[in-house]
């Protein structure tokens, strides 16, 4: 027989999951959940009185917990964190709109990651990427005062759009935490080899890498290289440029560097021309891995295979692609 009280709280946390992340009514949730409303308005007031829900939502169930655990030992990981997968809900969804509920789910996630590992530490610098899911982190961090801590942006910036620009996602967790930032003052990639050379020949660029250099971990995320990709769609990516890329096997993206379908580094133009940190500095410090969106399955099983991921935030949904 089940454990009731586990049951229960399984319950709990999805109808949290629903009705604070998915937005959904008490009626909307009931149905999903196949339980009556008076039921659904008692699983999210034991959720409140329990600690399940907070700022944010802790979100661990029996079920994901078992497949968190199974991917950390098939990928020889520290740790992985999943959020919850609610197959129903997403099967009518389109592409975008799944992904982004992931992207929010996933930085909920890392929201609560980031929160206890700064709670726990005195003095800590962190390394940060780039991208969407990385300023759906952003966004889902309350903060709390922390002046002894440090943010640091450990590539260039992806897109001009002030939420996922590089600057104002390193601002947010500064201001958060009453804290230090410092932003990589450099694209996400230059024109030229040569411009490349300029930029990173900069001081204040010299500086911030160096300070990246000491983080005590680094918060990434992952791209594919398609052309659909979010790079091509931003511009950043011309025709010749993927063309270019795609025909030296280049795969996915991380952290300013391009990688080929088996985790190697690839041996393209791209890799020459992205201010970042260097490969052998990934290697040396700890990175955590944000991955959110049923399109990244391919990119995140290349990641992987790079054996620099050390702990994996990601969708519950996702996390079903990679379990073959």
């Known amino acids: 027989m089940a454990d009731t009280r586990s049951t229960d709280h399984d319950l709990a946390v999805r109808a949290a999951w629903l009705y604070y992340v998915h937005g959904k009514g008490q009626e909307e949730v009931a149905r999903a959940l196949h339980v009556s409303r008076f039921k659904v308005t008692r699983l999210l007031a034991a ?17 994901t917990l078992a497949l968190a655990d199974w991917i950390a030992r098939r990928w020889n990981l520290k740790e992985c964190i999943l959020t919850p997968y609610f197959e129903d809900e997403v099967a009518g969804m389109s592409d ?29 610098t962190v390394g940060l990427g780039s991208g969407r899911t990385i300023a759906a982190l952003a966004e889902a961090f309350t903060g709390f005062p922390k ?29 958060a935490c009453g804290a230090e930032g410092h932003f990589l003052a450099a694209p996400f990639l230059t024109d030229s080899v040569q411009d490349f050379d300029v930029i990173t020949g900069q001081r204040i660029v010299q500086e911030t890498l160096a300070l990246a250099r000491t983080a005590d971990f680094h918060i990434v995320s992952l791209g594919e290289l398609t052309r659909d990709a979010f790079l091509v769609r931003q511009g950043l990516l011309t025709e010749p440029d993927l063309e270019s890329a795609l025909a030296a ?22 890799n020459l021309r992205s201010p970042s940190l260097s490969i052998g500095d990934l290697e040396r ?40």
């Open 47 to 63: 959720a409140r009185d329990s600690g399940i829900v907070k700022i944010t939502i802790e979100h661990e169930m029996a079920e």
């Open 96 to 124: 975008d709109v799944a992904d982004r509920l992931a992207r929010r789910s996933v930085g909920i996630a890392a929201a609560n990651h980031l929160t206890r590992r700064l709670q726990n530490a005195e003095q800590v």
């Open 147 to 175: 002046p002894n801590a440090c943010f640091v942006s450990i590539c260039g910036s992806l897109t001009h759009t002030a939420s996922t620009h590089a600057f104002e996602v390193v601002q947010r967790f500064a201001q």
């Open 249 to 270: 096997g280049a795969a996915c993206d991380m952290a300013g560097k391009f990688f080929d379908a088996e985790g190697r580094l690839a041996e393209c133009d791209l």
């Open 285 to 324: 410090q700890e990175v955590v891995l944000l991955a959110a969106g049923r399109r990244k399955g391919a990119a995140l099983r290349s990641i992987l295979k790079t054996g620099l991921i050390d702990r994996l935030i990601l969708d519950g949904e996702l996390a079903t692609q990679i379990l073959g």
